[in-house]
């Protein structure tokens, strides 16, 4: 088990490269998570690695170790009824605002893909009823590793079982071996990015959805206000920031409004009303 003094520190730099808050209560598992990582990157223990981390200058040993730790808890369609007003309420109310004009969703820390990759679904499904949704997804997260399988769109049968209705698996999947591969059509439709939430998301434009759920209770006090703050930046005035089941708004936010987790600027919520 690591010491107090390298939690502590790597708790410090975590934190200070991805605005996210380690706990005590992940202390026991740090070693766990990292002990894999330290093998691979041919140090004899992870207290090796933490030393080697404070003296290498580019920083990589201590993103690789953040990247370690933060493991993302994701599943395909989760918060269903969300997804299922945005899909009959939110979204067409969009495209008739938008004319012939793209709509634009941000999946803003997309973990493995299920988010992005489920909203694709659904569009998908628009098509097949008839409907012609022009809508571009993009979708970013901090860890490389977890874009990378995003990308490859490969997941375990466990992964699937959770939250993906059998008759999408079987549409809109492949066996690939013990792994199912999600179909070229729905991994084309999501262009995946890296991007750091405590940094500010001026290129990647502005949205009508920003997709936020379950991410902000990763935060401390401060930096919750400011990724929401951020986030709201990267939203178009008449635009939707959606944030997961039981989540409320963090400390601090102003001139919004949250109902069953769809956050509106005010003005934009007296409109829609």
């Known amino acids: 088990m690591l010491s107090e003094a390298e939690f502590v520190l790597t708790a410090r730099e975590v934190k200070a490269r991805t605005g996210a808050l380690l706990t005590r209560e992940m202390a026991a598992a740090a070693e766990t998570r990292l002990a894999p990582l330290a093998r691979r990157e041919g140090f004899s223990s992870v207290s090796e690695m933490i030393s080697a981390a404070r003296t290498r200058p580019d920083g990589r040993t201590w993103a690789q170790i953040a990247d370690a730790l933060l493991q993302s808890e994701t599943r395909f369609f989760r918060d269903r009824a969300l997804h299922q007003r945005f899909i009959t309420d939110l979204l067409p109310q969009a495209i008739a605002r938008r004319g012939h004009e793209r709509v634009r969703v941000w999946s803003a820390a997309c973990a493995s893909g299920q988010e992005p990759y489920s909203i694709a679904i659904a569009l998908e499904d628009m098509r097949a009823e008839g409907k012609t949704p022009a809508c571009e997804i993009i979708a970013t997260d901090i860890s490389e590793r977890l874009l990378e399988k995003a990308r490859a769109g490969l997941y375990t049968q466990f992964e699937v079982q959770r939250g993906l209705p059998i008759r999408k698996l079987i549409a809109y999947f492949e066996k690939a071996g013990d792994l199912w591969r999600i179909s070229d059509r729905i991994r ?7 991007h750091n939430l405590m ?4 290129a990647l434009g502005q949205f009508d959805f920003i997709f936020l759920c379950h991410t902000l209770p990763g935060f401390d006090v401060d930096a919750r206000l400011a990724v929401f703050n951020r986030a709201l930046d990267a939203l178009s005035p008449e635009g ?34």
């Open 188 to 194: 084309a439709s999501v262009r995946f990015d890296s």
């Open 240 to 273: 939707v920031l959606l944030l997961g089941e039981g989540e409320t708004l963090p400390d601090g936010a102003e001139g919004v409004t949250l109902e069953h987790g769809v956050v509106r600027r005010a003005k934009a919520a007296r409109a829609a009303a």
């Open 199 to 202: 940094k500010h998301p001026g």
